[in-house]
Structure formats: structure tokens, C-alpha cells
């Protein structure tokens, strides 16, 4: 019974000394050694950045350079932003050049400021892109599984089952909807500035934000828009906590840690199962409105659950975006108001009415450019770089209107 005893300590603790052995290879193999190969594949090919820094790369760097500036930025210039959103390319854009290296804690990534590169990789070699582990596991719990955590075969295959809901025909149905929703705001905004006397200062993000959710609510599921509310709040909830529990030291170190019952993984649960749901409510309802009991094609709810967590997400948080931008740089150069203004009446007149007509992560070697770009590397596209480069834009440098005046763009679109 004794030796019995003692194999099964010795069993055991060979079992924790392989597992505690395979961990430490694994983790050294993840932040030492798998960073430091692609590092000089990249330098043997010309491609050079800041020094690799174990465990937190440049994280700490950028962080300090952020914290340099004043909490409330001034607005008079695009270009003051970027340090504070960008802080990589104002550290190194100009130091290293339009492709450098950079280590987002372990993770290595490459980032381009060529804007040849990017279309070449955007439209030839998009199938050689995955998303990271950190996006995969935001996108799968905050939207499910799925248009955008798919990938190859399964993507196409989400992608033409969606694709002639976005169609201009489909669109065409939608216009109304989408000026339903942002009427209410907007006549709200009318009457403020008029019981001030036609003089108001207004916070307008929350009202962008509810524009945004309105107009997805209303073209997805007609006049459900509380509804719709309820979902965003709570996806919003949910990525919230989620950040928290990425923000963890234990989410990293702890196997498994997003199935033990904490009080962040119960909240996370909680809204996604509400939100599951209030999704599942919303399809339902719709469903018997429009089938009224005939006989229908069958569909996999559970994609259709997923696209639509997707769609509510991800469109009012774009939406909400695109629109505070634009609204802020009308609001700093009140000429471009002016001039967008007269480009909508002489495309569409003074009717009130129109139509519609009117208007990442490798996942294999890529040689691309004369560049070989090793599986397992990370790209990202300095966009606001590419905005501010002077080889590129001239004496238009900066985020100025006139960068696309004169060029050739379909007129109802130019705007």
C-alpha cells in the first residue's frame, strides 16, 4: 500500500513537473524567442524599429509619451490628435520610415505607411490575414461567432448569405428608416438652440450615439428601437468588463480563467445571455410579422443571433464615430459646410426627398512588394501617418479639404 503510495506522488508530481516544464518552454518560446526570430527576418530585409524589450515591448514607452500631454487636447489642428490616439508613429514613423517594428507587449507587429503596400496586401492577399488571439476572443464574446470572427470558407460563406442585404436595392428600402431615425434628434437639437435664442452650446455625442443605434434598430427591426437600446447598452456592458478581465494579470496566467465563476466572468455571462436574448426576441417577432404562418425557408438562428449582435455593436459604435468626426470638422472650418452644401443641391436640388441612386495577423508567408512577411506577424496600417506625410500630400499635408479637390470621383459620391 506504502509503494503503491509513493508511485502516485511520483506519477503526480511528474505530471506537474512536465506541465510546469511545457509552460515555461511555451511562455519563453511566445515572448523571447518567437519575437527575436521575426525581428530578424525583418532586418535582413532592410526593415528596422525600436529594441525589443521582453515581456512589455514598447508598451511602457508609449504609455509615458502619452501621459506627456494635457488630458483635454485643443482641437484647432488634426494633427495634435495623433500623438495621443497614434503614439507609435509619432515615436517612430519619422525615425525608422514608412515600415518599421514595433512589439505591442509580446506580440510583434509591422507597421506600414506605404500606401501601395497596403492596397497591394488589401486587395491581392486579404486571404493571407487572420485576426489576433486577443481580437478573436473580444469579437467571439462581446458578437458572437459571427461575419466577423469567421475566416476562409466559413467566411464566404457568411459573406454571401449577407451579401444582397446590402445590395442597392436593398439599401434603397432603408433611406426612409435611416432619416426616421435621425429626424427626432435632430428636431430636438432645433428646439434647444431656439429656446436659448438661437444660441446653444450642445453636447451632441450621446445624441450621435443614439442616432446611431436608432437607424440600425430601424432598418434591422423596424420601430423596435428601445429594444435596439437595450442590446447596445448591454454589449457595451459586456466589452466593458471584458477589457477589465483582459487587463488582468491572472486572464494570462491563469488556464482556463474565463470558465471560473468570478464576478467579472458572471457579469460577462449575465449580458450575454440577455442580450442572446433580446436578439432572439427581435428575429421572432419579426419572423411571425412577415410569415404570418406560412410555410418558410429554414435558417440557422444562430448565425442570424450572432450578425445581428454583430451589427448592433459594431454599426452604432463606426456610426456614432464617423459622425462625431465629421460633425467636429465642420464645426472647426464652418467653410466646408458651405461647400458641402452647394455640392448636395447641385447633385440632388432642394427636394427634400431623393433616391438612393442619386448619391491583423498573417496566417501564412507572404512575399509581397519585394518583401517576404513571415506567418505570425502582425501588420498594422498607420493610417493617420499616411494622413500627415508630406511625400504623399504636399503642401495639403494635414487633414485640409482641399486633398481631394479636383480629383476624379463620381459626383454622387464626392461629398
Same mark, same amino acid.
Given at each position: 500500500?506504502?509503494?503503491?503510495?509513493?508511485n502516485?506522488?511520483n506519477?503526480?508530481a511528474?505530471?506537474?513537473?512536465?506541465v510546469?516544464?511545457?509552460?515555461?518552454? +511555451?511562455? !519563453?518560446?511566445?515572448?523571447v524567442?518567437?519575437? =527575436?526570430?521575426? @525581428? #530578424? $527576418?525583418?532586418?535582413?530585409q532592410?526593415v528596422?524599429?525600436?529594441?525589443?524589450?521582453f515581456?512589455?515591448?514598447?508598451y511602457?514607452?508609449?504609455?509615458?509619451?502619452?501621459?506627456?500631454?494635457p488630458?483635454?487636447?485643443?482641437?484647432?489642428?488634426?494633427?495634435n490628435?495623433?500623438p495621443?490616439?497614434t503614439?507609435?508613429?509619432?515615436?517612430?514613423?519619422l525615425?525608422y520610415?514608412?515600415?518599421y517594428?514595433y512589439?505591442?507587449?509580446t506580440?510583434?507587429r509591422?507597421a506600414?505607411?506605404d500606401p501601395?503596400?497596403? +492596397?497591394? !496586401?488589401?486587395?491581392?492577399?486579404?486571404?493571407? =490575414?487572420?485576426r @489576433? #488571439? $486577443?481580437?478573436?476572443?473580444?469579437?467571439a464574446e462581446?458578437?458572437?461567432?459571427?461575419?466577423?470572427?469567421q475566416e476562409g470558407?466559413k467566411w464566404?460563406?457568411?459573406?454571401?448569405?449577407?451579401?444582397p442585404?446590402?445590395?442597392q436595392?436593398?439599401l434603397e428600402g432603408m433611406?426612409?428608416?435611416?432619416?426616421?431615425g435621425?429626424?427626432?434628434?435632430?428636431?430636438?437639437?432645433?428646439?434647444?438652440?431656439?429656446?436659448?435664442?438661437?444660441?446653444?452650446?450642445l453636447?451632441?455625442e450621446?445624441?450621435?450615439?443614439?442616432?446611431?443605434r436608432r437607424i440600425?434598430s430601424?432598418?434591422?427591426?423596424?420601430?423596435?428601437?428601445? $429594444?435596439?437600446?437595450?442590446?447596445?447598452?448591454?454589449q457595451?456592458?459586456?466589452?466593458n468588463?471584458?477589457?477589465?478581465?483582459?487587463r488582468s494579470?491572472?486572464?494570462?496566467?491563469?488556464?482556463?480563467?474565463?470558465?471560473?465563476?468570478t464576478?467579472?466572468n458572471?457579469?460577462?455571462n449575465?449580458?450575454?445571455?440577455?442580450?442572446?436574448a433580446?436578439?432572439?426576441g427581435?428575429i421572432n417577432?419579426?419572423r411571425?410579422a412577415v410569415?404570418?404562418?406560412?410555410q418558410?425557408?429554414?435558417?440557422n438562428?444562430?448565425?442570424v443571433?450572432n450578425?445581428?449582435?454583430l451589427?448592433?455593436f459594431?454599426g452604432?459604435?463606426?456610426?456614432?464615430k464617423?459622425i462625431?468626426?465629421t460633425?467636429?470638422m465642420?464645426?472647426l472650418?464652418?467653410?466646408?459646410?458651405?461647400r458641402?452644401?452647394?455640392?448636395?443641391?447641385?447633385?440632388?436640388?432642394?427636394?427634400q426627398d431623393?433616391?438612393a441612386?442619386?448619391?491583423?495577423?498573417l496566417?501564412?508567408?507572404?512575399?509581397?512588394?519585394?518583401?517576404?512577411?513571415?506567418?505570425g506577424m502582425?501588420?498594422?496600417?498607420?493610417?493617420?501617418?499616411m494622413h500627415?506625410?508630406?511625400?504623399?500630400?504636399?503642401?495639403d499635408?494635414?487633414?485640409?479639404i482641399?486633398?481631394?479637390?479636383?480629383k476624379?470621383?463620381?459626383s454622387?459620391?464626392?461629398?
Open positions: 500500500m506504502e509503494a503503491v503510495s509513493v502516485v506522488r506519477a503526480v511528474v505530471v506537474v513537473a512536465s510546469i516544464v511545457y509552460s515555461v518552454i +511555451k511562455f !519563453l518560446r511566445d515572448s524567442w518567437e519575437p =527575436l526570430r521575426l @525581428s #530578424r $527576418i525583418m532586418a535582413k532592410g528596422s524599429g525600436p529594441p525589443f524589450r515581456l512589455l515591448g514598447q511602457m514607452e508609449m504609455v509615458k509619451f502619452t501621459e506627456s500631454f488630458d483635454v487636447m485643443p482641437i484647432n489642428d488634426f494633427a490628435m495623433s495621443t490616439v503614439p507609435q508613429n509619432a515615436l517612430y514613423y525615425k520610415g514608412k515600415m517594428l512589439w505591442w507587449g506580440m510583434t509591422l506600414v505607411g501601395k503596400f497596403v +492596397k497591394e !496586401l488589401l486587395i491581392t492577399n486579404h486571404d493571407s =490575414l487572420t @489576433s #488571439r $486577443i481580437e478573436n476572443q473580444f469579437v462581446v458578437v458572437g461567432k459571427g461575419l466577423l470572427s470558407e464566404t460563406s457568411e459573406r454571401r448569405t449577407l451579401g442585404f446590402f445590395h436595392k436593398s433611406v426612409g428608416a435611416m432619416v426616421e435621425a429626424a427626432t434628434e435632430l428636431q430636438k437639437w432645433e428646439q434647444e438652440v431656439e429656446k436659448r435664442g438661437g444660441t446653444a452650446e453636447d451632441v450621446p445624441d450621435l450615439q443614439k442616432i446611431s440600425i430601424c432598418t434591422a427591426f423596424g420601430d423596435d428601437f428601445e $429594444i435596439g437600446e437595450q442590446i447596445c447598452k448591454r457595451i456592458l459586456h466589452s468588463e471584458l477589457w477589465k478581465t483582459f494579470a491572472a486572464y494570462w496566467l491563469v488556464p482556463s480563467y474565463r470558465n471560473l465563476p464576478k467579472g458572471r457579469s460577462m449575465l449580458y450575454g445571455s440577455q442580450v442572446d433580446l436578439v432572439r427581435l417577432a419579426r411571425e410569415q404570418k404562418g406560412r418558410h425557408e429554414r435558417v438562428q444562430l448565425s443571433i450578425n445581428c449582435k451589427f448592433y459594431a452604432q459604435d463606426t456610426v456614432a464617423a462625431v468626426f460633425v467636429l465642420l464645426a472650418h464652418p467653410e466646408w459646410q458651405d458641402c452644401r452647394q455640392e448636395v443641391t447641385e447633385i440632388l436640388g432642394d427636394e431623393w433616391r441612386c442619386d448619391i491583423s495577423h496566417n501564412v508567408d507572404l512575399q509581397l512588394e519585394g518583401l517576404f512577411i513571415p506567418k502582425h501588420i498594422e496600417f498607420s493610417v493617420m501617418a500627415q506625410d508630406k511625400d504623399l500630400w504636399g503642401d499635408v494635414g487633414n485640409e482641399c486633398k481631394w479637390c479636383g476624379r470621383v463620381y454622387s459620391t464626392s461629398v
